[in-house]
């Protein structure tokens, strides 16, 4: 529909005399489709050609009549309503989607940028639990969908492998911990070991001396901290790899917060340098107050630097080292203060690129209703989710489809493909709340069902083949039935929803469109006969069965769902 758009706008600006981005962004899409395809409403223009609302769209009604370029136009009031060439958009559209169809999504407007994006960042030592899935997921479509506009991406795992926690890990395992115990589920046993040391530091405050203690030992570089240390980073590391593998995640860069601990004296030697600095009850913050927020802490009173002056150095890195000039981080609200006050100082030291500095905010995950506590020890894996629903997405295979080959390979892809998609689909800043009887639900608006969509176009295109029936590559002169065009209509709308879905960094405008294209083949499949078809009807069902196949498994595959042929 973006090509149809832009059409409509050069062509009403062209009549009105008025800049085509003016009309572009006017346009609207009706809210019954009997009223037409596209909408101009006359009102914003009202002003500056001091007319009346009613007269602005005669005028552009008998200019866009004459222009014959579209089927129908009419007026409401101060409204334009147009009705396209089905058949025009039709053969434009399908032909897009079988030679190209990022095309049909992008426009590479990212070419020749770089962009990095910090996403998932668990905690070493600590489970890599159901809340890590909204910042991993999300993260991993914006970085494809990124690479789909065109920009160079560096996907970063901003590792949680220091701080005061380490020391407390290092008491407990000295304490209560057994070697081989642990070895056998590093990071399960560890957080055992964790959660008992609080519960013990409630009742024996001595113990939180002992942690500290430790950790200092671990940044002096105390020969058995660092062993121990280094020993819990590569243990997790295996953990967290296998809960990747399952999701199809990857990243460029693995650097937790210790690779920046040789780089923040520079960034607090060129805060001072600059004038930045001023002490606050014996801490070094920078004074944020013009801007509405509290001072940015950069060095505590005992010296010791925090969150701001790690991410002031990493950002710096990623920009100068990574050659990144889009800085991405996907990280929960309640971090939207610090983001802010880390790029308002990025700006205050004079770095440009700081108004290209994002911090993509979003809801939390509950479980059957519950908030989750690390620290209190009330986690869910991620990894026996994503276990349980292949399992039981295996179950759902072994009553509905028996005999379906690769039942395994299946039942992994709907399995973590409910999961992901259940958390996809809400816009990002809501809270998600994980339910295994909502998630593999094949009838509502899940993760199984478009899949089951993307199968069932996959079975139609297969009796084809075996028919000896090609998909078309150029369609007949057969006119669009309602529901024919209704799938086209919903296709067509790809690109606007892409761009928008970047520009918001909003992955669930990527999955409410594949429902919405879902819904209208499967309306189009329930009523229009595709084999037994004949001729230029049976070519056009053909080569929109295509299409919506095409479309589906791009979508899915930009919000990290895998497409089954077969289910």
């Known amino acids: 529909m973006k090509s149809q758009k832009k059409l409509l706008a050069k062509t009403a600006s062209d009549i009105l005399d008025l800049p085509e981005i003016d009309v572009l962004s006017a346009i609207e899409y009706p809210p019954q489709p009997e009223l037409g395809d596209l909408a101009v409403p006359c009102f ?12 602005i769209a005669e005028q ?11 089927a129908k136009v009419a007026t409401a009031g101060g409204y334009v309503n147009i009705t396209l060439n089905r058949v025009a958009v ?8 079988q030679q190209d169809v990022e095309s049909l999504f992008s426009s590479r407007r990212g070419t020749g940028q770089k962009a990095a994006v910090d996403f998932s960042s668990p905690n070493i030592a600590k489970p890599f639990g159901v809340g890590h899935l909204r910042s991993t997921m999300i993260g991993q479509a914006i970085v494809r969908m990124l690479k789909m506009d065109g920009y160079e991406v560096a996907g970063v795992n901003h590792l949680g492998d220091w701080g005061t926690q380490f020391g407390k890990n290092i008491a407990a395992y000295l304490r209560w911990g057994d070697e081989e115990t642990v070895k056998k589920n590093p990071v399960r046993e560890l957080f055992h070991l964790y959660v008992r040391f609080h519960q013990e530091a409630e009742q024996n405050p001595a113990l939180d001396d002992e942690a500290r203690a430790w950790f200092k030992k671990l940044e002096d570089g105390d020969e058995e901290a660092t062993r121990l240390w280094k020993w819990f980073i590569g243990e997790s590391l295996k953990a967290f790899q296998q809960t990747y593998d399952l999701l199809g995640v990857s990243f460029d860069h693995y650097l937790g917060e210790s690779f920046y601990n ?29 801007w509405n927020m509290p001072p940015c802490i950069i060095r505590k009173s005992d010296g010791a630097t925090i969150y701001a002056t790690r991410d002031l150095a990493a950002a710096l890195y990623r920009h100068d080292e990574l050659g990144a000039s889009h800085l991405i981080y996907v990280v929960g609200s309640e971090q939207s203060l610090h983001f802010a006050q880390v790029f308002k100082v990025l700006e205050l030291m004079g770095r440009p690129w700081a108004q290209n500095c994002r911090h993509v905010a979003f809801g939390m995950m509950k479980y059957n209703g519950e908030r989750l506590s690390t620290r209190r020890g009330k986690v869910v894996y991620l990894e026996d989710v994503l276990d349980r629903a292949i399992h039981e997405a295996k179950s759902i295979i072994e009553q509905k489809n028996p005999s379906l080959a690769n039942k395994d390979d299946v039942a992994r892809m709907v399995g973590i493909g409910a999961v992901v998609f259940n958390d996809l689909k809400s816009y990002r800043m809501h809270d998600v709340d994980f339910r295994y009887e909502d998630v593999l639900n094949f009838d509502g608006e899940t993760g199984p069902y478009v899949q089951y969509t993307h199968a069932r176009a996959c079975s139609v295109l297969r009796k084809a083949e075996e028919a000896g029936l090609a998909v078309p590559t150029a369609l007949g002169a057969a006119e669009l039935s309602d529901v024919e065009w209704r799938l086209v209509y919903q ?42 078809a004949e001729g230029d009807v049976r070519a056009l069902r053909l080569a929109l069965t295509d299409a919506a196949r095409i479309v589906i498994r791009q979508a899915l595959y930009l919000v990290g769902v895998e497409a089954p042929e077969a289910m």
Request: net charge negative; hydrophobic share 40%.
């Open 262 to 290: 040789d780089k923040m004296q520079a960034v607090i030697e060129e805060l001072g340098n600059k004038g930045l600095l001023v002490e606050s009850e014996g801490a070094e913050v920078v004074d944020l107050s013009e």
């Open 44 to 55: 914003r223009f009202a002003k500056a050609l001091r007319k009346s609302p009613q007269s």
């Open 90 to 97: 039709a053969t434009e559209t399908l032909q897009t989607v």
């Open 60 to 70: 552009v009604a008998d200019g866009l009549a004459k222009s014959g370029l579209f």
């Open 491 to 532: 296709i067509g709308q790809a690109g606007e929803i892409f761009e928008r879905a970047l520009d918001e960094f909003d992955p669930s405008l990527i999955s409410r469109f594949v429902l919405d294209v879902c819904h209208a083949f499967n309306r189009f499949y329930h009523d229009s006969p595709i084999l037994t």
